[in-house]
């Protein structure tokens, strides 16, 4: 089935470590979206990337970094840099930007140990 | 001022109740609109997309667009208890692509 695989479901950090979300699709899209969820705060967009090779920063992008090098691959790192990285992310992928709807994946939940 | 208010909730009603969501917006560039339904520890699925002042229904679903008053709902009719979630709304135009979310609105359907 077609879909957007995010893993691992659950992860932890130590102080000082980064760590590297997966998010893969198989619905040849063309875009892809990092979001961080935090209770009662809604969706807040890291980055973006329309095509390979390609990305922009979000409204929160500091303390992250992604690469886009295959198009149905769009890796989030989240550096030492940021200090509150306990949240909810979800990965998110569409057609050419415009009007398209994002299709989203399960999410990774990430706490700090 | 967010560019997308949403009542955060949560909104509790019984099995059968008629259910009406709301998000109001700021920006009168947004074209395109949507309604995501979120599951606990799951991803937002899409439950509703508009591109137009008016009413689309999908089955018990109605979601709604009034531009004029920069308003948009959705109306869940003989709500079931599966119907338990968290509903966001979504806004976005083609001149950017992305997508503005509001907060969300927790909804718990009692049997």
């Known amino acids: 089935d077609g879909g957007i695989t995010q893993s691992p479901k659950y992860l932890f950090r130590k102080e000082g470590q980064n760590v590297t979300l997966s998010c893969e699709q198989n619905?040849?899209?063309?875009?892809m979206y990092w979001y961080r969820q935090d209770p009662g705060q809604g969706l807040r967009l890291i980055y973006y990337s329309q095509i390979v090779n390609d990305f922009q920063k979000g409204d929160i992008a500091e303390g992250y970094s992604v690469s886009r090098e295959k198009k149905e691959s769009f890796p989030l790192t989240v550096t030492s840099a940021q200090k509150n990285p306990t949240a909810f992310y979800l990965c998110?992928?569409?057609?050419?930007?415009?009007?398209?709807?994002?299709?989203f994946g399960d999410g990774t939940r990430l706490s700090i140990l | 001022q967010k560019e997308v208010e949403q009542d955060p909730g949560p909104l509790s009603v019984p099995e059968g109740a008629i259910v009406s969501l709301n998000c109001t917006y700021s920006n009168s560039a947004f074209q395109y609109f949507m309604w995501y339904r979120q599951y606990s520890r799951k991803g937002p699925e899409l439950l509703m997309y508009t591109y137009s002042s008016g009413n689309k229904e999908d089955g018990r679903f109605t979601a709604q667009v009034d531009k004029s008053s920069k308003y948009i709902s959705l109306f869940i009719r003989d709500s079931q208890p599966s119907d338990s979630a968290t509903y966001l709304c979504a806004m976005g135009s083609s001149n950017t692509g992305k997508l503005i979310f509001g907060q969300g609105t927790t909804l718990q359907v009692k049997p």
């Open positions: 619905l040849n899209h063309d875009a």
């Open positions: 998110a992928s569409s057609a050419p930007t415009g009007p398209q709807p994002q299709h």
